[in-house]
């Protein structure tokens, strides 16, 4: 679906990838619907959009099933049509191992990751199956399919995502919508302050190296697949070489990623 001329919603759109996204498919002639938790982040992605008009926003907690599920008309109401969804919106968990993780991280990271995606596709679903032609964008993650210790419940929460992103598009096989999983790897966002979460590593250690791909790098790639209407899209290098390592070496991955991260993981 070539985004001239549609009407997208994105979550996550105050900042990050979600902000990129939404001034790259604004750049291509789409009109924006943005959703975010932050009023001052959504102010700040208005001051960087290039047609005011082409950009509307509200403040929305996508766990809320009930506001949630009204969004569309907000949408209609704001720019006559909406054909396109993009579930950008995440938060990380405290890099902590599961035996460690209080309930309270565990039920927030899967209301935000899982829940709220879910939410907005059923409230949308219905209207975009009757456009001529629509687009499902869903964010997971390369922790999705790879385990990264320390950050289990966020990969599984993830994993879900992507689970549901590839049931739903054999779902609508046929139909006029198409959707797409998006799987980042590494990318120069604020991720972590976002989620509330202060990622301290131990006294005395450094952070793995790693190239990170800038996150309007990371919005261009994720609208070029979305254009396309490709089934999965990987951000970064990172994210297809997990992918293929874990397929191709699914006993050995789990060793691999724990020896390369066991300097800074949780004693």
């Known amino acids: 679906m070539k985004l001239n001329g549609k009407v997208i919603v994105i979550t996550g759109a105050g900042n990050g990838m979600g902000r990129e996204m939404t001034i790259a498919a604004i750049a291509r002639g789409a009109k924006v619907y943005g959703v975010d938790i932050s009023q001052e982040n959504l102010d700040g992605t208005a001051k960087l959009v290039g047609k005011k008009d082409h950009f509307k926003s509200e403040v929305l907690d996508i766990t809320d099933r009930t506001k949630a599920a009204t969004l569309p008309d907000r949408v209609i109401k704001a720019f006559g049509v909406v054909d396109g969804l993009v579930n950008n919106a995440g ?3 405290p890099f902590v191992f599961v035996n460690d993780l209080d309930f309270a991280h565990i039920d927030r990271v899967m209301n935000v990751n899982f829940n ?3 939410n907005l596709i059923k409230a949308f679903l219905p209207v975009l199956l009757k456009r001529p032609e629509a687009q499902i964008a869903n964010v997971s993650s390369m922790g999705g399919y790879g385990p990264v210790p320390g950050q289990t ?3 599984a929460s993830k994993a879900a995502i992507k689970l549901l992103t590839e049931g739903l598009r054999s779902e609508l096989t046929g139909s006029s919508v198409t959707v797409t999983g998006i799987y980042p790897g590494a990318i120069g966002t604020n991720i972590a302050a976002n989620s509330g979460i202060k990622m301290e590593l131990p006294a005395g250690t450094d952070a793995p ?3 990170m791909t800038a ?6 790639i994720m609208l070029d697949g979305i254009e396309a209407g490709k089934a999965r899209v990987f951000v970064g290098s990172d994210a297809s070489m997990m992918d293929k390592l874990v397929r191709y070496m699914p006993e050995r991955a789990p060793r691999i990623i724990y020896d390369q991260m066991k ?3 949780p004693k």
Request: hydrophobic share 50%.
């Open 91 to 93: 938060i990380i968990q």
């Open 116 to 118: 709220g995606p879910l």
């Open 153 to 155: 419940v966020y990969g």
């Open 209 to 211: 190296a790693m190239k």
């Open 215 to 220: 996150a309007a790098d990371a919005g261009r």
């Open 263 to 265: 300097s800074i993981l």
